[in-house]
């Protein structure tokens, strides 16, 4: 391999690592999609998650797991119900 060779891969390594740190999309990965439900049944929750803003989210985020394998739902942070989960 010639210096030219070794100089388009050095370049290479260099952009790769340089890229890896800026993030691709500025909203980044927020589990939740719009901004959820107002209300979910205290009975029908199994857990509840509270994901705060991050460098991945720019979002609160209230994640309720349901029972029965149900799924999860995203609560509205700035619901009654969470504003009361984010206290406790």
């Not at 030219?4 to 050095?10: F, R, Y």
């Not at 260099?14 to 740190?21: I, L, P, W």
Request: include cysteine; charged fraction near 15%; charge should be positive.
């Amino acid at each position: 391999m010639g210096v030219k060779g070794m100089a388009i891969v050095l370049a290479v390594l260099v952009c790769a690592t340089t890229v890896q740190g800026f993030p691709i999309f500025k909203g980044g990965r927020c589990l939740c999609i719009g901004p959820g439900v107002r209300a979910v049944k205290v009975a029908n929750i199994e857990k509840a998650s509270i994901i705060y803003p991050s460098y991945s989210c720019n979002k609160l985020e209230v994640i309720i797991t349901l029972k029965a394998n149900k799924g999860k739902q995203c609560l509205n942070p700035r619901s009654k119900q969470a504003t009361l989960m984010i206290k406790v």
